[in-house]
């Protein structure tokens, strides 16, 4: 039997011993994030920055709105960085047990202020994407511009004094394109959702940088100064903004 999953000194997976649980959550999505690796001639630089241990808050920019950044970076942190991320995701997932059962087995957790404060407690390392909805569903045509950082992940990372470390993810913009955005009120009030113009991704060279690691010198209460809260965000914001911009102009191509 061909092994797809053997790295050097690992056992061989035999797929027939195997149940159907390990299969649908652990062989198949590792051997399709090596292949959307391969695809994407993912780089990754930084990875000595994520903490060995400890409460650490990891915070990407969003987009692309398929979701593949979210995916993409928690197998990375997982496989490359020794950490068992639990990730911040869209209650949409959690709606029904069809969708909330995987996303549980692939360590989404719904996006929320108590969860996320939960985890980082237990010293967990957690993903958060600040720009919410707004920056994964944004226009193509504002393309790596981080939208308005919501300010609760600068609050967690206060009250739990976990790590705070940025990440910046260029490639996505390219790989779906997306034409606009609406906004849902009648029915679904608050919700956004992307007018794509591609489903397959386009294989646009993708990169992933962990930058250095941020600890907030304040304690806990701190979380309760909302200027000092705003100030820090929008410290972090602009200082991954300064980050995205010159990784995304000094790249020699998109797509070659």
Same mark, same amino acid.
């Given at each position: 039997?061909?092994?797809?999953?053997?790295?050097?000194?690992?056992?061989?997976?035999?797929?027939?011993?195997?149940?159907?649980?390990?299969?649908?959550?652990?062989?198949?999505?590792?051997?399709?994030?090596?292949?959307?690796?391969?695809?994407?001639?993912?780089?990754?630089?930084?990875?000595?920055?994520?903490?060995?241990?400890?409460?650490?808050?990891?915070?990407?920019?969003?987009?692309?709105?398929?979701?593949?950044?979210?995916? *993409?970076?928690?197998? +990375? &942190?997982?496989?490359?960085?020794?950490?068992? =991320?639990?990730?911040?995701?869209?209650?949409?997932? @959690? $709606?029904?047990?069809?969708?909330?059962?995987?996303?549980?087995?692939?360590?989404?957790?719904?996006?929320?202020?108590?969860?996320?404060?939960?985890?980082?407690?237990?010293?967990?390392?957690?993903?958060?994407?600040?720009?919410?909805?707004?920056?994964?569903?944004?226009?193509?045509?504002?393309?790596?511009?981080?939208?308005?950082?919501?300010?609760?992940?600068?609050?967690?990372?206060?009250?739990?004094?976990?790590?705070?470390?940025?990440?910046?993810?260029?490639?996505?913009?390219?790989?779906?394109?997306?034409?606009?955005?609406?906004?849902?009120?009648?029915? *679904?009030?608050?919700? +956004? &959702?992307?007018?794509?113009?591609?489903?397959? =991704?386009?294989?646009?060279?993708?990169?992933?940088? @962990? $930058?250095?690691?941020?600890?907030?010198?304040?304690?806990?209460?701190?979380?309760?100064?909302?200027?000092?809260?705003?100030?820090?965000?929008?410290?972090?914001?602009?200082?991954?903004?300064?980050?995205?911009?010159?990784?995304?102009?000094?790249?020699?191509?998109?797509?070659?």
């Amino acid at each position: 039997m061909i092994n797809f999953f053997k790295k050097p000194n690992e056992k061989i997976f035999n797929l027939k011993n195997l149940d159907r649980e390990t299969l649908l959550y652990k062989v198949f999505p590792r051997f399709l994030m090596e292949i959307l690796k391969k695809y994407f001639r993912l780089e990754v630089e930084g990875l000595e920055n994520i903490p060995k241990k400890g409460a650490v808050l990891l915070t990407p920019n969003h987009s692309g709105y398929s979701g593949f950044d979210a995916v *993409l970076l928690s197998y +990375i &942190i997982s496989e490359q960085g020794k950490r068992v =991320p639990r990730v911040l995701t869209h209650h949409l997932w @959690f $709606l029904t047990p069809t969708t909330a059962l995987p996303a549980q087995k692939l360590g989404f957790i719904e996006a929320t202020y108590e969860n996320g404060l939960q985890y980082l407690k237990k010293k967990n390392a957690v993903v958060l994407f600040p720009e919410g909805e707004k920056g994964n569903f944004k226009p193509s045509r504002k393309m790596y511009q981080l939208q308005e950082f919501k300010r609760g992940f600068v609050r967690m990372a206060l009250e739990s004094e976990a790590v705070i470390v940025p990440v910046i993810i260029v490639g996505a913009e390219e790989t779906h394109i997306n034409l606009s955005q609406l906004k849902l009120t009648k029915f *679904l009030k608050g919700i +956004i &959702i992307p007018l794509p113009l591609n489903v397959i =991704p386009l294989p646009a060279k993708w990169k992933i940088k @962990f $930058l250095p690691p941020i600890q907030l010198p304040y304690k806990p209460e701190a979380a309760n100064d909302r200027e000092l809260v705003h100030d820090i965000a929008q410290d972090i914001q602009e200082q991954m903004q300064e980050a995205l911009s010159k990784e995304s102009k000094n790249r020699e191509s998109v797509y070659f």
